[in-house]
C-alpha cells in the first residue's frame, strides 16, 4: 500500500460537477493498492498516519498531530500511484491492484482512519475525479507499508 500525504489547508473532489467530499484543515491522502496488499498493510498504514506530528506547535517545530490541530482527511483512489515509467513512454499499471480487490481495502482503510479518531472524507473510486487543494507548506510524505 502506498499512501501519498498531503497536507492541506482545504480540499474538495468534485464528480461529475457535483463535490463528494470536502475538508479544511488536514489531509489529503492519494492511496494506491498493489497486489497482495491486506487489511494489516491497510492498519499499517491508518495508524502511521493518524500518529503523525506534522503540524507545528508553538515553537514552530512540527510536533502536533492532526487530532490536535481538529483535521480532517480527504482520502482518494489513486492507481496511478503504481504505474510504472521505466520503459517506454506510457505508463504501466499492471502493478496496481484490480478494482474489486482494491475498492474493498480502500474502503476499509478509510475505516480504520475512523477507528483512530479522525473525520474522513472521501472520493469516489473509479470516477473520474476533480481534486483540489491549498497545500500547507507544502508538506508531502510517501508512506508505503512494504
Do not use: C
Not at 16 to 33: A, F, M
Amino acid at each position: 500500500m502506498r499512501v501519498l500525504l498531503q497536507r492541506a489547508k482545504d480540499a474538495s473532489v468534485t464528480v461529475d460537477g457535483e463535490i463528494v467530499g470536502s475538508i479544511e484543515t488536514g489531509y489529503v491522502l492519494l492511496v494506491g493498492i498493489t497486489h497482495g496488499d491486506s487489511e494489516s498493510d491497510a492498519n499499517y498504514v491508518a495508524k502511521k498516519i493518524a500518529g503523525l506530528r506534522i503540524y507545528e506547535d508553538e515553537d514552530g517545530k512540527m510536533n502536533r498531530s492532526i487530532n490536535e490541530v481538529e483535521g480532517a482527511i480527504l482520502s482518494v483512489s489513486q492507481f496511478t500511484l503504481y504505474g510504472n515509467v521505466q520503459k517506454g513512454r506510457r505508463p504501466s499499471f499492471i502493478e496496481a491492484a484490480r478494482p474489486e480487490d482494491a475498492e474493498p481495502l480502500w474502503e476499509y482503510f478509510n475505516e480504520q482512519l475512523r477507528v483512530q479518531g479522525l473525520v474522513v472524507e472521501t472520493g469516489t473510486f473509479g470516477a473520474m475525479m476533480d481534486v483540489r487543494l491549498t497545500n500547507d507548506g507544502p508538506v508531502t510524505l510517501l508512506i508505503e507499508s512494504k
